[in-house]
């Protein structure tokens, strides 16, 4: 079974820094990009950041390029998520998802529980 | 980045009914069109992947089609179980970009 555990969520002050973990199990961790995507409070999806297969390439979205430092750990089955220079819109809950390659088309197959980042003093 | 735009924003509607959603691209995105569910508290989950394949284990009362620019979700037996937030998402091109969101609430 496919289980991806998000953990390192909290309160943080405006201007800090914190960093998010995803541990993935139940696949073939090396084999799939890894996004994560967050929910501000009452608002939608928003898609952040993803990692190809080897750690070799990274995107970001615009509002967190800079500031937010994606990467993987393949031995260890996780994914990171480095969040620094924190402003209260930051403020979600933040998803790791498995992206799927269907060798076509590509897709969100499998999400964590989420974890709740607070940025207010 | 390509804009995903939803319609109606929310509806609401009965045991029974036949339900669709519209979600437009800002610019054609073929049919790299996904579709999600999600539950108060609880992450999205995917229903239909290539905008009309439908993802393992969802009930074949969901069914999505288009391509280019304009796609839709239809439920056509809407279940008590299927009052949610429903969400497109293109994945055409990074960053990959989600439409606002249809609530969809009991009549």
């Known amino acids: 079974e496919v289980q991806l555990v998000e953990s390192g969520g909290g309160l943080v002050q405006p201007g800090g820094s914190l960093r998010l973990s995803c541990a993935a199990s139940g696949f073939t961790f090396n084999s799939y990009w890894m996004s994560w995507v967050r929910q501000a409070p009452g608002k939608g999806l928003e898609w952040v950041a993803n990692?190809?297969?080897?750690?070799?390439?990274?995107y970001y979205v615009d509002s967190v390029r800079g500031r937010f430092a994606i990467s993987r750990d393949n031995a260890k089955n996780s994914l990171y998520l480095e969040m620094s220079s924190l402003r209260a819109e930051d403020t979600a809950v933040f998803y790791c998802?498995?992206?799927?390659?269907?060798?076509?088309?590509?897709?969100?197959?499998?999400w964590g529980q989420g974890i709740l980042v607070t940025v207010s003093s | 980045d390509i804009q995903m735009t939803q319609s109606p924003s929310s509806l609401s509607a009965s045991v029974g009914d036949r339900v669709t959603i519209a979600c437009r691209a800002g610019?054609?995105?073929?049919?790299?069109l996904n579709w999600y569910q999600q539950k108060p508290g609880k992450a999205p989950k995917l229903l239909i992947f290539?905008?009309?394949s439908l993802q393992s284990g969802v009930p074949s009362r969901f069914s999505g089609s288009g391509s280019g620019t304009y796609f839709t979700l239809t439920v056509t037996s809407l279940q008590p179980e299927d009052f949610a937030t429903y969400y497109c998402?293109?994945?055409?091109?990074?960053?990959?970009?989600f439409g606002q969101g249809t609530k969809v609430e009991i009549k």
């Open positions: 290539g905008a009309s």
């Open positions: 610019q054609s995105i073929g049919t790299y």
């Open positions: 998402q293109q994945s055409v091109s990074t960053p990959r970009t």
């Open positions: 998802a498995r992206e799927y390659d269907s060798g076509y088309h590509f897709y969100f197959d499998h």
């Open positions: 990692i190809k297969e080897d750690g070799s390439e990274t």
